[in-house]
């Protein structure tokens, strides 16, 4: 079974400050997700990566497979920004069917203060 | 983008009554929906895999009889907590899976439901 570490668990920051949220695992996958879930509760998906590096606005995920870790950067962060951001993997050799084949991190919860 | 709607968002019960959540694909169809449990400062963690028109697929430690699934529609799934009890307590969400795209580029989840059982 995959673990899925954050860091850091969490982080304070003040608005227009650079932010990165580590993830490391421990096995090989097919693919990463980063979610933000909302101060309610609801999750949206932010990347999905399986090399490289993708951008989003002010979003930035880069991953790197050999070291079997994920970045994600937040720049000008702003107070809305704030939210518990997670990590999730899915497991090499996942067929599709069944169950989603998804290890959560715990997440890491990010405040940003105007 | 595709969206997903779940019902109550905040439900307060007393101990052994039964509590039905409902998740609904508004935009697209969802052959399957996964349901999760998060208990504050932890992870998701999946409890079942709900496929439309069969029988719901739990996780190990998972009781079937206790968290009933339905999936009658390629829109709708619930989720029944039967005789809830303060230790079900927890933060339910669920996520669905486009049935046409059936992609995993993203994942679409529900807004949640916060069960508190007195």
């Known amino acids: 079974k995959n673990e899925v570490e954050q860091s850091p668990q969490n982080l304070t920051a003040q608005e227009g400050e650079f932010i990165t949220i580590n993830c490391s695992y421990s096995?090989?996958?097919?693919?990463l997700h980063w979610l933000q879930q909302h101060p309610g509760g609801g999750i949206v998906s932010l990347f999905m990566?399986?090399?490289g590096k993708k951008k989003h606005g002010r979003l930035i995920a880069t991953i790197n497979i050999q070291e079997k870790h994920s970045s994600l950067h937040i720049t000008a962060s702003h107070p809305r920004d704030s939210a518990v951001y997670i990590c999730?993997?899915?497991?090499?050799?996942?067929?599709?069917?069944?169950?989603?084949?998804?290890?959560f991190g715990k997440g890491t919860h990010l405040i940003i203060q105007p | 983008g595709a969206v997903v709607s779940q019902h109550p968002s905040r439900v307060i019960c007393k101990s052994g009554t039964s509590v039905k959540i409902e998740c609904r694909s508004l935009?697209?169809?969802?052959?399957?929906m996964f349901w999760y449990r998060q208990f504050p400062k932890q992870s998701l963690m999946l409890m079942a895999t709900s496929n439309e028109g069969s029988k719901a697929t739990y996780e190990q430690g998972v009781e079937k009889d206790k968290f009933l699934i339905n999936h009658a529609s390629l829109t709708l799934s619930t989720l029944t907590v039967t005789s809830a009890h303060p230790e079900d307590s927890s933060f339910y969400i669920c996520?669905?899976?486009?049935?046409?795209?059936?992609?995993?580029?993203?994942?679409?989840f529900g807004s949640g439901t916060q069960l508190s059982v007195l």
């Open positions: 935009d697209f169809q969802a052959t399957t």
């Open positions: 999730a993997v899915r497991g090499r050799g996942y067929s599709g069917g069944g169950a989603d084949g998804l290890t």
């Open positions: 096995v090989g996958i097919s693919a």
């Open positions: 996520s669905a899976r486009d049935r046409v795209r059936n992609i995993y580029e993203k994942l679409f």
């Open positions: 990566l399986s090399s």
